[in-house]
């Protein structure tokens, strides 16, 4: 018999191939989750400590996208050395300096 676990945003997840299923009836999948559950098919609740832990491992695997969104335009930096502008360019280190301290490498 299938088993399914609810999701936080509303989705169910079938747990033998993981796949995501919109709660609607449109969808053959989630007709069949109910039709599974009025058979006794075991629900199991979101774990929020499991996904929770994901969540931490995932953002570790991607510091640099975090980072590279947050960065400030390189653009900010050449403009301050064109200029001269002493003040500018230590502004675009410090906000660089806060985004790897926001996003540190694991």
Do not use: H, W
């Amino acid at each position: 018999m299938e088993s399914y676990r609810t999701m936080n945003d509303g989705m169910i997840q079938r747990q033998s191939d993981l796949a995501l299923i919109p709660p609607t009836t449109e969808n053959p999948d989630y007709v069949q989750f109910l039709k599974d559950q009025e058979t006794g098919a075991e629900v199991l609740p979101f774990d929020y400590e499991a996904e929770a832990k994901r969540q931490e491992e995932e953002n570790k695997k991607n510091y640099g996208v975090f980072r590279a969104r947050e960065y400030p335009p390189i653009a900010d930096y050449l403009d301050g050395i064109v200029k001269g502008d002493q003040k500018q360019i230590d502004k675009y280190i410090a906000d660089c300096l806060a985004v790897k301290a926001k996003y540190p490498k694991p």
